[in-house]
């Protein structure tokens, strides 16, 4: 995969400028032409009353109008100053599956975690896990919490044999070809019973495509989940990119998303490149 069409999400939200400034840095890095997708709850958040609704809707409209018109300034702005190829979009349409559709035709997708501190930043019910689990193209989502201060340098694969694992590492090979650490990690639940270690094959596979990698095994044990120990490692060994594969069953996701990607997506502090 080639990374030459990229796509940010952008809304109202105080993380949408670093979200934007990042993208903007990847896409120079690839040379990528990058589009930023405007897409906002449109949900009520007031009570319509009997009397006076009207009113309260056409300034509802009208900030919502004025919002936009400063996202577009802002997004456009960035992309000139930064002299990057961009496009501005702002679809109608139910925010998911319009998401969907326009992420569709992006090499690779740049998202925000839900800041539940910022009202702003919610956009739907599983917002992120609807779009990575339905929209076929893997994203790189960025944590709320923190700056990203570097990208890519020192890397985690979490590896399991899965197909969405597969998938999410071959998705993350433009991405993670310049990287100085790449660490192919296997989470048992019981310690090894003797044999090579996974990860010796994916690590030959990635020295072919010209990335070095060392591997490490690791078992669970009793009371802490793979995906608490995964968010260990990342703070262990310094990571600033996990690539994992997203599990689940896409549209009803709310009740069978994968308890690790679930676990990550709620408590990450890096960025994580997922794939389904």
């Known amino acids: 995969m080639t990374c030459k069409t990229l796509l940010v999400h952008l809304d109202d939200s105080t993380h949408s400028a670093a979200r934007t400034q990042f993208a903007l840095d990847l896409a120079r890095r690839h040379e990528a032409h990058l589009i930023g997708l405007y897409v906002v ?26 919002n936009l018109n400063d996202a577009r300034a802002r997004f456009l702005a960035a992309g000139e100053l930064a002299g990057a190829s961009v496009e501005w979009r702002a679809p109608a349409g139910a925010t998911v599956d319009t998401t969907v ?27 992120v896990e609807d779009v990575v689990m339905s929209s076929g193209r893997p994203a790189i989502v960025l944590p709320y919490a923190g700056e990203v201060r570097s990208f890519a340098e020192s890397v985690l ?10 998938r999410s590492m071959a998705d993350a090979l433009p991405v993670i070809k310049r990287a100085k650490f790449v660490t192919v990690m296997t989470v ?24 070095q ?31 994992m594969g997203a599990y689940g069953h896409a549209r009803v996701q709310e009740r069978l998303l994968g308890g690790v990607t679930r676990t990550v997506l709620e408590s990450m502090t890096v960025p994580v490149l997922i794939s389904h």
């Open 41 to 66: 709850c449109r949900e009520l958040t007031q009570p319509l009353f009997l009397h006076g609704e009207s009113g309260w809707a056409e300034a509802r409209e009208a900030q919502l109008s004025s």
């Open 101 to 127: 559709l326009h992420a569709r035709h992006a090499d690779l997708l740049i998202l925000g975690q839900y800041d539940p501190h910022d009202p702003s930043s919610y956009i739907a019910r599983h917002f």
């Open 157 to 166: 694969i979490a590896w399991d044999g899965s197909r969405e694992s597969a």
């Open 188 to 211: 048992r639940r019981h310690p090894s019973s003797g044999g090579e270690p996974a990860g010796i094959s994916v690590a030959a596979w990635l020295a072919r495509h010209g990335i």
């Open 213 to 243: 990698a060392g591997f490490a095994d690791s078992a669970t044990t009793d009371g802490v989940s793979t995906g608490a120990l995964l968010l260990n490692m990342l703070t262990d060994l310094h990571v600033d990119l996990l690539v």
